[in-house]
């Protein structure tokens, strides 16, 4: 019978963390907007201060080839603070293969993530998801999620290079 | 005239940003929802990996007393990631006392910020607003900042503690599970 492994994930990862990345993208229509390199992903997530974590899912290659377990899903995730009640937990990313959904791995991961929010002594996690992904929403809802975009009214922002830019040596108000 | 100064927070400014936090959740009919404490700040700002940074706006305090600056603003901010661009800054808190706004305090940190992020090779700056908070979200689209819950359907979401803990239950750090 297949199996499958969660673990943390190792510079050696990188690879496959960008091939997951891309096929997200792709899922999601915006593949060209993955501007982010191998190099970037192992300085960023591996070095002395790491900007990301990572929970790779891996399954035992083919026994036709003599490779080694195959990636076949992650999670990416860091810590915030929120003022009121202090470190959370953020899930950026989380994706399983589709020829590999179905078994249970996606709750695997959220459990493990879990388990590393309430050891690292996080108050709650938060993540976004697109509006007009049910499946998504309806998977979280199943394990308590709570929307606040709708709830609270919170909405996301974003101020792009070039206004940054324009903000950081624009002339005085 | 009131002079102002911006610089980095520092460990001594740790009352003063929770001073401002509680009247930053006031302001939101939140204040009850503040259960971070002064030694939490400090062990998760001022420590060996910080989880947050903050700047602070202070003014000369008024010159009858002896005292020193005054803090009357702050921002609290840290780094995210995001798996397409990198790394962008996280703006959390930004508050100016009601009495000293409308002088320029505001444009200053989002100045200070934005430098920052260049510094620190951020691709973006990211943020939530209510959306009821019209004069927020008016003050930071004049400064170029797109509503992306609006314009891409983007909704944040929670899980709080008691699921996390329900779903954490039985765990293992590594697992071999079938399919």
């Not at chain 1, 096929?23 to 970037?40: G, N, P, S």
């Not at chain 2, 990198?86 to 409308?102: A, I």
Request: net charge negative; proline share 3%; hydrophobic share 40%.
């Amino acid at each position: 019978m297949d199996r499958f492994k969660l673990r943390k994930a190792e510079p050696k990862d990188v690879p496959d963390i960008l091939r997951l990345i891309k096929e997200l993208a792709k899922y999601e229509e915006m593949e060209d907007q993955v501007i982010l390199t191998e190099k970037d992903l192992l300085e960023d997530g591996f070095g002395d201060h790491p900007f990301y974590h990572c929970i790779v899912a891996e399954v035992p290659s083919d026994k036709q080839s003599n490779n080694g377990p195959v990636v076949i899903g992650f999670a990416m995730y860091y810590f915030t603070y929120d003022p009121w009640i202090g470190k959370l937990l953020y899930l950026e990313d989380f994706f399983v293969m589709g020829e590999y959904r179905g078994f249970g791995i996606g709750s695997e991961i959220l459990k493990l993530l879990s388990h590393t929010a309430v050891k690292t002594r996080c108050s709650s996690m938060h993540f976004i998801v697109a509006e007009g992904n049910q499946a998504s929403i309806e998977f979280y809802k199943r394990r308590g999620a709570a929307d606040l975009s709708l709830e609270e009214g919170w909405r996301l922002f974003k101020i792009d290079k070039s206004s940054l830019l324009k903000m950081s040596s624009g002339p005085e108000e | 005239m009131t002079n102002f100064k911006i610089r980095n927070a520092e460990s001594k400014d740790v009352p003063d940003i929770l001073r401002m936090i509680k009247e930053l959740a006031k302001y939101e009919e939140m204040e009850h929802h503040v259960i971070l404490t002064e030694e939490d700040l400090l062990e998760d700002g001022f420590g060996d990996y910080p989880l947050y940074r903050c700047v602070v706006a202070e003014v000369p305090s008024e010159q009858q007393s002896n005292s020193g600056p005054v803090v009357i603003g702050f921002a609290m901010y840290y780094f995210t990631y995001d798996p397409w661009i990198g790394k962008l800054l996280y703006l959390e808190d930004f508050f100016v006392m009601e009495k000293y706004r409308k002088i320029g305090i505001g444009s200053e940190i989002l100045k200070l910020l934005s430098d920052m992020a260049f510094k620190t090779r951020c691709n973006s700056m990211h943020f939530v607003v209510a959306e009821g908070n019209t004069e927020s979200i008016e003050f930071y689209k004049r400064r170029g900042a797109a509503d992306i819950t609006l314009d891409e359907g983007w909704r944040l979401f929670k899980i709080n503690k008691s699921s996390l803990f329900k779903m954490s239950s039985g765990s293992k750090e590594y697992r071999t599970c079938s399919l």
